[in-house]
């Protein structure tokens, strides 16, 4: 068992739990606390939204121990909330609900996303809310609902969040560390968050077995700019530096079939074709499974040293869709030991839509960007170390060791930096 302390809905109380207790039983069970509802228990359809420490996250797939010092607040905890009370009267006013088994969590995301966004239309709305599911209305009524309060947001503006507050549980909304409202701060360790200045992160390779067997691992820095969310689209750029000629990079780089075999998760159906090709983007995310497959474009410049590859593929088993461009350019640079090294500058944008789309805007998952970053260089680095005719298997992702890597890193800085040391 493990002991916590936390506060739920403005009490502090202490318990002891199993490791392997997710908040949502804990809500349930131990307080009582049945407006949190349980649905598809894999973070999918939004029914368990609560706050933890001023931001939305899923609590079917946050472990109760992990909220020790946290303040979580759930729909019995919006009683005196003003825009809750509005968002409450729209969803009456415009039938917004018919079972109510989402209304809950709907509600708390619906609240979240009218404190951080304003002006939307009912497309954009439907986008922002596709990570809650309803079965029964259509969302047509939530949307109008939403559209009207977010219509009189001027009286709930919310003051600034505060700069100590952490992050635990998965799947807040866009931009939600940057602009949601924090609970009053607790005696425990921030997890920091990505400044906003470029952030430097550490190395930690998702290869296969097989990839490059034997093959000494560099570490490599990449830096990733703080991602911007764009029309529609998340957008953010990495730059990271191989110690290697910009002539053999190019080589590596301009090749689609090479490409893909050192990023993580990617597998192409065949050689490309005047310019297009077909594969997929595989990701295994806990109990999630994903495989969007689809089609894409390639242009190249070789005598800029910079190719642009866009696509568009789905999930046929969670009907999400995803699209997206990256677009890369090598430029020479002197390296660590003074010999010709490449510095490769990579700008990235995507979209996702669907059932999964709440994942592409959580800031795990931004984390997740960089980790396949940090992986796709050092695949790269090893497979330009590694002696001609070495075998080099695709390379897999696995998110769940991307999680725990990130998880990793974020606890060793939050350490550092409250005894004092560096990151």
Known sequence: MTAIKLTVNGQALRAEVEPRTHLA????EHLLLT???IGCEHGICGACTVEIDGEIARSC???AATCDGARIRTIEGFDDDRLMGRLRQAFTEEHALQCGYCTPGMLIAARDLIRRKSGLDPSQIRTEMSGNLCRCTGYVGIVRAVETVMAERAGFDPPARSANAGWLGPAPGPQASELAIAAP???RIAVPEVGAQAAATEAAPIVSPSFGRGVRRRPIKVDVSVPEETGGETRL?????LEHPRETVWRIMSNPQEVAACMPGMVLDGPVDDGQVTGRMEISLGPIKASFAGKGSISRFDGEYRQVITGSGGDRKSGSNASGRVAYALHPVVGAAGDEATRVDVAMSYALTGPLAQFGRSALVRDLVSRIGE???????ARLSAPEGTPMAPAALGAASLIWRSLITRARRAVARFVGGRP
């Open 25 to 28: 039983d804990f809500l349930r």
């Open 35 to 37: 407006g949190t509802h």
């Open 61 to 63: 797939i946050t472990y």
């Open 185 to 187: 701060s607790v005696a």
């Open 237 to 241: 750029t990495q730059s990271f530096v």
């Open 375 to 381: 992986s796709f260089a050092q695949n790269l680095d």
